[in-house]
């Protein structure tokens, strides 16, 4: 059986086929501009498991990092000795801080931000103090969650 004429003639066909290629191709790189320039969005994580040989032992007044979902995570040794984890992103506007030790402060360098060794917010644009996370050591795990998370890992 031959056909005498084509429902879709050659430039429907081929204008078809380019726009459907632009489409995918325009689709992709709008997907990536948009990871690129909102890359921290996403659900964070409740809990991280860390090694406690990694963490516990870091010198007084000093900090680890880790990883908290897409985020910078700060493990802090107090002067004192006790160490607390906090999430290592200024509140301003989610730029990573660092933590200055001969000062005993976190710096956000994106806007200038000053944050105590408590995380109370004492200069700059950052309008709360900083997120800090309850840590606790049960067998060889290290596990740090967010206040209020309670954390049941599975016996094994």
Sequence with gaps: MKIDFSLVTRRTFLNTLFGGWLVAFMGGSLYGLLKFAFPTLGKEPDFVILKPDDFLNIPANSVKPFAWGGKLGLFF???NGNTT???GVCTHMECNI???????????ACHKGW???N???IEGPPPKPLEF???TVEA???IV???GIKVELPKA
């Design 133 to 135: 996370f309850d840590v």
């Design 85 to 87: 984890a906090l999430k």
């Design 140 to 142: 060889d795990k290290l």
């Design 77 to 79: 040794k107090h002067s």
């Design 145 to 147: 969650a967010k206040k």
């Design 115 to 117: 944050f105590d060794e």
């Design 119 to 121: 995380g109370k917010n």
């Design 98 to 108: 660092t933590y200055i030790p001969q000062d005993k402060k976190f710096y956000c």
